[in-house]
């Protein structure tokens, strides 16, 4: 599972949640119905395990509309560049088997 929400900061009235559903070393696509803009920066906290979290600083760089992702076969979401990622993060995408 993943939370995000637009800025710096989680706050809990702002936090969506999605599920990532690839994820390399500079970015992830998280699947979700609730769609920031591209261009928006979002903090994103991983969950790893049920108490294990890694967070991340990332920038959307593109969305898969509910309409998209119906004539592709998909689930609608977006894809974010990774700006600020911890060592715990780029240890998780390798064994994790994402480059």
Known sequence: MVQFSIGDGLEPDLVSTGMTSDLSQSGIFVQTSRLPSVGDRLSLTLHLTSKDRVNVSSEVVRLVTQTEAREMALRPGFGAR???ASGR????VVSAGGG
């Open 89 to 92: 993060y780029q240890k998780f």
């Open 82 to 84: 990774v700006t600020d």
